[in-house]
């Protein structure tokens, strides 16, 4: 059977029904398909069950892209503020924990329930439960086959995510609808991942569950959180941050004394010259990785056995101490994909391909990836409502 709309979304996450519900709050005519048999499932891992819906920080800078320009206007037009005000217009109950990151005091599934009661304000159809078998264009027309129907529609929105959290039912079928109608993609590869080591530095996964505040810096990335030292390597929100920066082959470097001034070592020295290395480092990082780090400084003996040079450089090595990750725990780990659908190819005001009218790309499928904290919710809201208002 044959169903006409004036749009076909694909996805039901965090971009989907956002489209959807704007869409159809427009007087669009709007289905929304998805082959999982509910809508929202990463919503509802979220933030540990709690949605870390947004970030009061958003601003372009805080998004990865080969056109680092491409998000501002849509992040413009649908702020952080914006999307707190659905959210208080539905009395969520929600708390700001560090860094700007907003969470809902209750359950990540106000957050769905709230969408579906958007889409349910606009009229919405849904398809869920039955993959998309074929989608083919035709005189201004895209028709798209689910199951035994056939949904045909001007408008097709793409709204599918990346290949992250497998499990979940994620795959790369927004990528094969962009290379099916031309549109070129940036290499997708994990982000917000834990990095994983090898060789010499397998002694750090003696320190399996150890976690210490430090600056983690990779490529043009650097962010003061706290790391975890896990049995495959290293974690925790400073090492995911990081890792949208790193690419194989690069060093990550840590800080693990942020806020130790310059010759800090040698003042300790001068006040306290029998204490030893380890002894020192460990009045600021757990025991464990004092004593871990004390043993490869190699420094042998009280402080004032140890020449100022000698201190000096091990300051320095505590500063910016050099991790050769070997890879990244992939897909299965990564919290969201940097790369996707070419910004090239897409309007930044309302996300649709320039050379396919009528067909937008919008959310985790395109290549804008923000950093960890709310950041990617807010582009999901924010690339939604520019192509939902677009109709």
Same mark, same amino acid.
């Given at each position: ?51 870390? &819906? ?10 990865? +892209? ?14 952080? $503020? %914006? ?21 809902? %005091?209750?359950?990540?599934?106000? !957050? *769905? ?6 889409? $349910? ?9 039955? =993959?998309? $078998? =074929? ?7 895209? /028709?798209?086959?689910?199951? /035994?129907?056939? @949904? *045909? ?23 094969? *609808? ?8 940036? #290499? ?12 010499? #530095? ?5 320190? +399996?569950?150890?976690?210490? #505040? *430090?600056?983690?810096? =990779? ?7 706290? @790391? ?9 929100? $400073? ?14 470097? !840590? ?23 380890? /002894? ?24 004032? %056995? ?9 300051? @320095? ?24 659908? +070419? ?17 937008? &790309? ?19 809201? =924010? ?9």
């Amino acid at each position: 059977m044959i169903h006409d709309y004036d749009a076909i979304v694909l996805g039901a996450g965090a971009a989907g029904m956002m489209a959807a519900a704007v869409a159809g709050q427009n007087g669009v005519r709007v289905l929304l398909v998805d082959h999982a048999d509910e809508p929202g499932k990463k919503i509802l891992i979220s933030g540990g069950g709690r949605c870390n &819906f947004t970030n009061v920080h958003t601003a372009p800078d805080r998004f990865l +892209s080969t056109n680092p320009h491409f998000a501002r206007s849509a992040l413009a037009r649908y702020t952080a $503020a %914006d999307f707190i005000a659905l959210v208080d217009g539905y009395r969520i109950a929600w708390h700001e924990k560090t860094l700007g990151q907003l969470f809902c %005091d209750g359950s990540a599934r106000q !957050i *769905v329930t709230m969408l579906r009661n958007e889409c $349910a304000g606009g009229g919405v159809d849904w398809s869920l439960g039955r =993959a998309v $078998a =074929a989608i083919d264009h035709a005189d201004g027309r895209f /028709s798209v086959r689910i199951g /035994s129907d056939t @949904a *045909v529609a001007p408008k097709l929105v793409v709204a599918t995510g990346g290949p992250s959290i497998p499990q979940m039912g994620a795959t790369g079928f927004a990528y094969d *609808v962009a290379r099916q109608f031309g549109l070129k993609v940036v #290499e997708p590869r994990p982000a917000l991942v834990p990095l994983t080591l090898g060789g010499d #530095e397998a002694l750090f996964k003696t320190l +399996s569950g150890v976690a210490t #505040e *430090v600056v983690a810096s =990779a490529g043009k990335g650097s962010f003061r959180e706290a @790391a975890l030292f896990t049995h495959r390597g290293l974690s925790g929100p $400073a090492i995911l941050q990081a890792s949208s920066y790193w690419r194989h082959g690069d060093t990550v470097a !840590i800080d693990f004394t942020p806020d130790r001034p310059d010759g800090w070592l040698v003042e300790q020295k001068r006040l306290h010259p029998r204490m030893g290395v380890q /002894s020192v480092l460990g009045q600021t990082l757990p025991g464990r990785l004092a004593e871990a780090l004390a043993d490869k400084i190699a420094l042998t003996g009280n402080l004032a %056995d140890q020449s100022d040079k000698a201190l000096a450089a091990a300051e @320095a090595r505590l500063a910016a101490w050099p991790f050769h990750p070997n890879g990244s725990e992939g897909f299965m780990k990564a919290e969201v994909t940097i790369g996707g659908i +070419s910004t090239d190819a897409l309007s930044q005001q309302t996300m649709e391909a320039k050379a396919v009218p009528g067909l937008h &790309f919008i959310g985790e499928a395109v290549d804008v990836t923000g950093w960890l904290g709310g950041y990617n919710f807010q582009w999901a809201w =924010a690339s939604a409502v520019a192509c939902g208002k677009a109709f």
